[in-house]
């Protein structure tokens, strides 16, 4: 049996605990399959521990510490340095991933991040392994459980935001600052991550236009229900003829979609090649030992020997215009010719209806509708012209929807 | 840029020829990603090529005859010669896996057969790879996308077992000669190879207990619909106190199951381990695309340098009387004291009924049940004692259920 494999450990939170655990507990098994046993030399706290010291001692290093500073510095410098590193952080690697897979490139190590993105789901994995040649048209999914939660919660109790969001913090399921996941900024840099990959081009958090949860309402969601529709917090990356377009939006999906039945924090990912069709994964999003399950992994692959190359890419365009089918809730005064005054704008913008809802009287009378496919500008257009329209009562609400009908 | 790798193909059917029309239009993408430009030298066709010769020009051996004679020698062969081999051949890893991942070992070349199992699902990869540290507990789904599709039609159309194939068969979902498929021999294959990554332990073909789908009748079907139920064949492999288990059964699972939605020829593999909940994959299960996608897969890894090493491991015992739960259906004369008396044998050998429907009068008369899980001896010896009741006019019919309840 050869020398130990010695793990650097950046950072000892829920995840980083749960991985110097599984270590100890799986040693035996990790030499057996990789030949070599892992263990864990330093570990860096905020508190204690010396960086420089940790490195020099190491073979690999696991950086679980997040944000971006100082973990930035740091994963460069382990690279530079010769050594490996496995990472969870997904800003880090959404925002710095160019200067990341350099650093890798130039010093012939490997730099791997499965426990990023869908926690033990092993997508990446699947995306640059398995999928690696081959032509992936579409990368989608839920990837962010504490919204999935949220929004599963608000379904089944017709309760607010702000009070799913209280109970949410309360089991552990979103954080004391819940920010970056309920403005969809978590999802936008899995995301990027995903169609780095998935389209071989560099793509940073900045090139994904996200929208997050704060501004849904119990009745969106009780009108969806009535459409037939649920609710989730979608990532899209998809390649399109001339570029790539990377999104996160709250989107309502028809019944028989595969990932509607995914609820409370599970995430789940979809891949669409022509010539796979397209497969699904889904599994937990998080947790402290399933994302330690990860990190583990990609400990084993490196011990393996495995080496998955990152190849530069041309840089592709990021298309901002795309075409969506869209919901739309309006508030109006219930007097005859409003149904036809909002036809006649969304007609004129080239935007068909498919499925509209209308109901009560007085002030509560409301036009809820579906629409067709269009530019995503077409209906913004329309969104605004609707909104000076007279009879509005409240600022009109748009949520998009997948309109696919799937296998 | 290295010297291109020249494979060898053995075999050119569906499979093949996909896979060969593959591997010239990825080759530049195979090239940027595992630095070396694959491309097929020799192949052997059932009427033409010579193997020696072929084996003498490759560096990689693919391996899409079929059937275990002769591929099982050209196998052994390729391996002992040095070279990596590359199969999606489900029966040859599972009734000759130990001798040939012996001499994988031996000779320091790797054996991959990610297309042998669920097609483009990349299962195998995700057990050995991202889980290969990783306790797994239990690995079951849908592996057979013939019986899928099979099992779908009868529940939608209400037609027979054989109307069903004649057009599966029609439609190209079923082979002319389907017997591998409707028997659940090959779904026992590929369980078998499952349990044994899952699990670090020699299992083959002969250690799988398998029932196929040829006897399942319509009306079991119209009551299970009746009872929430929808009917798969499902492959399941456990790792249980003193040894594994593993075996194919056509099944019901309620409603809410992740696996009850997967319809027509798809396939689905979930694994459960303590450390990650479960994950479920699916996709498309067959077709000649995805398969060769796969294949080309397990190419790009080893031209990649991956290396995954097969751990001998220890046998475990192969356990048969396991506990299930089963759906059980009666034609009885109707007249008093018939559920009375089937009750009767069922308590005595500690049965406990979760849910009956009882129906008819005269000829008609069928009492449809649901037990609760019971070890499987016990179910079978009031099956023998239920068929010999006098009122009993058909021999009693029994599928087994799942009945766990999933988030």
């Not at 840089?315 to 007097?335: C, G, K, N, P, T």
């Amino acid at each position: 049996m050869s020398e130990p494999a010695r793990i650097g450990l950046l950072g000892r939170g829920t995840v980083g605990s749960a991985f110097a655990d599984l270590v100890a507990e799986r040693a035996d098994a990790v030499a057996e399959i990789a030949g070599r046993r892992p263990e864990v030399g330093g570990i860096l706290r905020r508190s204690e521990g010396d960086f420089d010291e940790i490195l020099a001692g190491a073979d690999i290093v696991v950086e679980l510490m997040g944000g971006t500073d100082p973990a930035r510095d740091y994963v460069l410098r382990a690279l530079q340095a010769g050594k490996h590193v496995v990472t969870a952080n997904k800003q880090l690697v959404a925002q710095h991933g160019d200067e990341l897979f350099d650093a890798a490139r130039e010093a012939g190590v490997q730099l791997r991040f499965e426990a990023a993105v869908a926690g033990a789901v092993p997508v990446i994995r699947v995306i640059q392994e398995s999928l690696g040649a081959t032509e992936i048209a579409k990368v989608f999914g839920i990837v962010n459980g504490t919204t999935n939660f949220i929004l599963t919660e608000m379904a089944k109790t017709g309760a607010s935001f702000p009070a799913v969001l209280a109970r949410a913090q309360e089991l552990g399921y979103a954080e004391a600052d819940p920010t970056d996941d309920v403005s969809g900024a978590d999802a936008a840099a899995k995301m990027a991550i995903l169609a780095r990959l998935a389209f071989g081009t560099p793509v940073g958090l900045e090139d994904v236009a996200y929208e997050g949860i704060t501004d849904i309402q119990p009745d969106d969601l009780a009108y969806a229900k009535e459409l037939g529709l649920s609710l989730k917090l979608l990532g899209v990356a998809e390649r399109r003829e001339r570029g790539v377009s990377v999104r996160v939006f709250p989107c309502f999906l028809y019944g028989g979609h595969p990932l509607a039945p995914i609820e409370g924090p599970f995430n789940a990912v979809m891949v669409e090649a022509p010539a796979i069709t397209e497969i699904t994964m889904s599994g937990p999003g998080a947790g402290g030992l399933a994302t330690a399950t990860a990190v583990l992994g990609d400990v084993v692959s490196i011990l393996s020997g495995e080496a998955p190359v990152h190849v530069p890419g041309e840089r592709l365009d990021v298309i901002r215009d795309v075409a969506s089918s869209f919901y739309l809730h309006l508030e109006v005064a219930d007097r005859p010719g409003v149904l036809a005054a909002v036809a006649d704008v969304l007609g004129q913008n080239g935007i068909s209806v498919r499925s509209v809802v209308q109901r009560g009287t007085g002030h509560e009378a409301r036009l809820v509708m579906v629409m067709h496919e269009t530019p995503e500008s077409a209906f913004y257009a329309a969104l605004s012209e609707l909104a000076k329209l007279d009879f509005m009562r409240a600022t009109p609400r748009a949520i998009r929807v997948i309109e696919e009908e799937f296998v």
